[in-house]
């Protein structure tokens, strides 16, 4: 029994200057978990008529998510039905690439004859 004793005594020789040096190690420790419950249950008694308030939102909004399912399908849908239009939108775009420069060369011209003809109208009036 003694040499048991003895074992055990050597086998955990390092035992309590393990324990005295994690007792240093966590000395503030209590102070901080102290601090971080006071922070905990302050959070609750600010939360405390949370539930009662989500359980209100959750029951005005109830038919919320047949109204969203029907919408998204309508968006689905409209997706769906426009879905070569920014292929042919690409196609068209290129198609008239220089159809701008064309439009402002005939404003142009449209703009010149009209100053060109300004006193015309009152010509053909007098005749």
Sequence with gaps: MKEKRDTLKEDHSGCEEALAEAKSEHEGCGDKIAELEGERDAAVEAHAGCEEA????QEEHAGCGDAVAALEGERDAAIESHA???EALAAAVAEHEGC???IAEVE???DAVIESHAGCEEALAAC
Excluded: T
């Design 100 to 102: 701008g420069d064309k």
């Design 84 to 86: 070569g239009c920014e």
């Design 54 to 57: 989500l359980a209100g939102a």
């Design 108 to 110: 142009g011209e449209r």
